[in-house]
């Protein structure tokens, strides 16, 4: 296979895994939570790093997970001690960070980690670092555990829809029920962590944000129904990645920023065109309403 | 070790970030009572490509301009913010999160461009990313004192209204204030502090300035005008103490020390802090539970309300 | 006694230093409609959410049946408020109900189309069955309170827990979903009801709890909703007192 063809195929891993997750981190209002997470999860890249001196798979997703669940561990208990939420992720996020920034500056040193990498992302890189894997062959190592990565998260959302859908929207008549909220909580956060820490190598630490985020938020403004809010938002992560790809190779920049940039085209237009929530759809709407009103009374 | 002190290039620089940290103690207070805690986290983020536009279209590094260019792009997020919530049902939580990582993006789209072009790679824009106190000349050390120096005065001027602002925004109206002049002025404050702070700490790590010591203050003080002097103290000996640290080692970036230090203050406050701190916390839980207990023996439990 | 549907003994709940809740105890008898009245603060919600586990309870007991909480959950059916839920989800009404019987359904199981028949069923108990796939933004407030209490329906519980059900809706649901209460009452079930209209509790209730912090009174509405216990909850100060139990008296008569 070619080399753009294999980073289309990782850019657009990144799209589903990040589409999928984000509507779920929208509806229960944690976007920022991700936010968060994938800064904190450097510091679990890190760790492992340091632990076992390779950047390789198993390790770096735990180290990963661990942070993640840290990171929503400590908000959690900042905001029950009536830490304002948002203040409680300032807080954790920033510290987990610096002290992971610091580490590398300090200890690692620039050879092997570079956080200017971690942030930024380099999927130019990724079509290199290849391992054999049986029965699919050569492939990049990134792409591989993208490849898992989006399995997993599709397991977990298909699995357990119904329990996602009720612990998103009613809390407490889930818990009444018997639903387990408080686990399904910290599932969902080690989800985001591994999505959070596979796309690392391709769009980094910031820009996976965007696409955790605004594919998923243009969805909302397309549809009221869940199953297609998940698959119009994984076809809008996916689109994002393509044009943010070929963005960067018209203009010759960042891969990564162009892909977030890419992501906010296609919420602006959403935003305006949307024939269920856009702006336009909306104006039109009210002016229709204003003008039959006028029209009855007259 | 102190010989780094002894240079007057440190001292500046040292003085720079203590008052920074005093600005953005006493601005941070303010935007936890508006709980806009990480407003100031996407509105940094989305300083970027501000920075990076003006810094393309004069060809040099001028703090004054750059922050100038910061302002105006940390400005267009917060209003793309307040418009995509206030007209879809988006909430701010997910309009934050977008405009923190699409800005910012588009920042890294146009840093890659500038670093690309002749003199870019000079230009210490990446400093921005992290803060590189070190790196600033006696021009960019001037502009920061006098603008954080600035938001000081306009905090402890405005004492009385900030504080009729926050907590009683209706009463406010009512006695003449106008509030939309506040909001703007929050506003200037806010991004203003958020700009000079990211040549020192970096747009990443300047919101924790403007967090941390604000509720750290908290645990110490109920008053607002307590919790405003002790966020100040917080920061600035925040900011004053990682610069030193960072400088100790070569090319060590400033933010990091500066947020890992501010946040050993948070934790020394959660912990030991008089008003609700843990350790207060837990005795009060313990003499409730206890008195709880002795009334219920007291009281005689008798099925008093049943039927 | 003995066989209460609850018995809440002792209880008190507390939001950081204030004591919303204090020395609580009472007992239900299965097939009874009680409405929990009190003022603003009153420890209302609390103390439904304290006895539903969704919130700690400081010192206490409270069982079902003889039976604590954790066990006997799946009998139990808990209406929130209406504001507790963000009706922007990307959902319909159908599916809300649906949501009811998802502690039956069970892991890994998708709802059957029998399941979705059942939901329907109590969408149309409501007089909901035209608006089974509106989305449920798009509903009226009362019409989303008859969605929350289809969704109780559904989960054909024996006890039913009600926060403000009639808070802000209109006449013709109130009148639905007091129909529906006193059907459940009928069949034998135990329905508690957050209620903040004292107008209307000697019409609707037939036994009442007044709270406020701790319980005031507790009984048979007859005997029980009397102009000095409405003093004792309310603090006297409220006109409404004076107009109110005069029609009170008037009603027991």
Not at chain 2, 92 to 117: C, H, K, P, Q, W
Request: proline share 2%; net charge positive; with cysteine.
């Amino acid at each position: 296979m070619t080399y753009s063809a294999w980073i289309i195929i990782t850019a657009s891993l990144v799209g589903l895994s990040c589409g999928f997750i984000g509507v779920f981190l929208i509806l229960r209002k944690m976007a920022m939570m991700a936010d968060a997470i994938s800064h904190t999860v450097l510091l679990g890249i890190v760790l492992a790093f340091l632990i076992t001196e390779k950047l390789s798979g198993a390790p770096m997703l735990i180290g990963a997970i661990i942070a993640g669940l840290l990171t929503a561990f400590l908000v959690q208990w900042l905001h029950s001690l009536d830490i304002q939420l948002h203040a409680s992720m300032g807080i954790v996020f920033t510290t987990l960070f610096a002290i992971g920034v610091i580490l590398i500056a300090t200890s690692v040193g620039n050879a092997h980690l570079d956080v200017q990498h971690a942030l930024m992302g380099e999927i130019t890189f990724i079509p290199w670092n290849t391992i054999t894997l049986p029965l699919i062959g050569q492939i990049p190592q990134a792409t591989a555990l993208l490849g898992a990565t989006l399995f997993v998260v599709l397991f977990f959302i298909v699995a357990f829809y119904k329990e996602w859908k009720i612990t998103s929207f009613d809390p407490a008549l889930a818990a009444s029920l018997g639903i387990p909220v408080l686990l399904m909580h910290y599932l969902f956060m080690g989800l985001v962590s591994i999505t959070t820490v596979a796309s690392f190598d391709a769009v980094g630490a910031i820009m996976v944000v965007a696409m955790l985020i605004t594919p998923a938020a243009s969805a909302y403004l397309w549809t009221d129904r869940l199953s297609y809010m998940l698959i119009l938002s994984g076809g809008f992560g996916v689109i994002s990645a393509i044009a943010g790809y070929f963005i960067a190779a018209w203009i010759d920049t960042s891969i990564s920023g162009s892909m977030a940039f890419a992501s906010g085209l296609l919420f602006i237009v959403s935003f305006l065109c949307s024939p269920l929530h856009g702006l336009l759809s909306t104006y039109r709407r009210s002016r229709h309403r204003k003008l039959s009103s006028h029209t009855e009374k007259a | 070790m102190w010989s780094i002190l002894l240079s007057s290039n440190t001292q500046w620089v040292l003085a720079s970030t203590i008052i920074l940290g005093i600005a953005a103690g006493l601005v941070g207070s303010i935007a936890y009572w508006k709980k806009q805690s990480l407003m100031s986290d996407a509105l940094a983020h989305a300083s970027l490509p501000g920075v990076v536009i003006s810094f393309l279209l004069i060809g040099e590094k001028n703090l004054l301009i750059l922050i100038l260019g910061a302002a105006g792009s940390a400005l267009a997020g917060s209003l793309f913010i307040q418009w995509v919530q206030s007209s879809t049902r988006i909430t701010e939580d997910t309009a934050m999160g977008m405009v923190l990582s699409i800005f910012y993006g588009l920042g890294i789209m146009l840093l890659t461009i500038a670093n690309r072009t002749a003199g870019g790679n000079q230009s210490g824009l990446d400093s921005f990313i992290f803060g590189q106190a070190a790196s600033m000349v006696r021009f960019d050390v001037f502009t920061m004192l006098g603008l954080a120096c600035l938001v000081i005065l306009v905090v402890c001027l405005g004492f009385k209204e900030w504080k009729l602002y926050l907590f009683d925004a209706s009463f406010a109206k009512g006695t003449g204030l106008s509030l939309t002049f506040m909001n703007i002025l929050y506003t200037a404050v806010l991004v203003t502090t958020i700009v000079i702070g990211i040549q020192a700490v970096g747009v990443i790590l300047i919101a924790a300035l403007l967090i941390i010591p604000a509720v750290s203050a908290r645990y110490w003080t109920h008053s607002f005008r307590w919790m405003l002097v002790l966020a100040a103290v917080f920061g600035g000996a925040s900011g004053g103490i990682g610069t030193f640290i960072s400088a100790l080692g070569s090319g060590w970036p400033t933010g990091p020390f500066i947020v890992v230090t501010a946040a050993s203050f948070f934790t020394i406050s959660l912990i030991f802090g008089k008003e609700r701190g843990i350790l207060v916390r837990y005795i009060q839980y313990k003499l409730h539970q206890k008195e709880v207990h002795v009334r219920k023996v007291n009281t005689h439990p008798e099925a008093k309300g049943a039927k | 006694m003995k066989d209460a549907a609850i018995h809440v003994e002792n209880v008190s709940a507390s939001y950081r230093k204030n004591t919303v809740l204090e020395g609580v105890t009472f007992q239900v008898q299965p097939g009874s409609l009680t409405g929990i009245v009190g003022p603003n603060g009153a420890g209302k919600s609390t103390l439904l959410k304290t006895m539903l586990c969704l919130h700690p309870a400081l010192t206490g007991s409270v069982t079902f049946f003889n039976q604590p909480f954790k066990k006997i959950k799946k009998r139990i059916g808990y209406v929130p408020q209406r504001g507790s839920v963000d009706w922007d989800f990307p959902t319909n009404a159908l599916d809300v109900v649906t949501m009811g019987l998802y502690g039956q359904i069970g892991w890994l199981k998708r709802p059957s189309k029998e399941h979705k028949q059942r939901a329907w069923e109590a969408l149309k108990k409501m007089g909901m069955e035209e608006f089974a796939n509106r989305q449920i933004s798009q509903l009226s407030g009362g019409q989303q309170q008859r969605v929350f209490l289809a969704r109780a329906l559904v989960q054909d519980a024996d006890i039913y827990f009600m926060d403000e059900p009639l808070a802000g809706v209109d006449a013709a649901t109130e009148q639905a979903i007091m129909t529906i209460l006193k059907e459940l009452k009928m069949k034998g079930k135990t329905v508690m009801v957050v209620h903040h209209d004292l107008q209307t509790v000697t019409d609707y209730f037939d036994h009442v709890l007044f709270l406020n912090g701790k319980v005031i009174a507790h009984g048979n509405t007859n005997h029980v909703f009397t102009k000095e216990n409405l003093a004792k909850t309310y603090g006297g100060s409220i006109q409404w007192v004076k107009e109110g139990s005069q029609h009170v008296v008037h009603s027991i008569e």
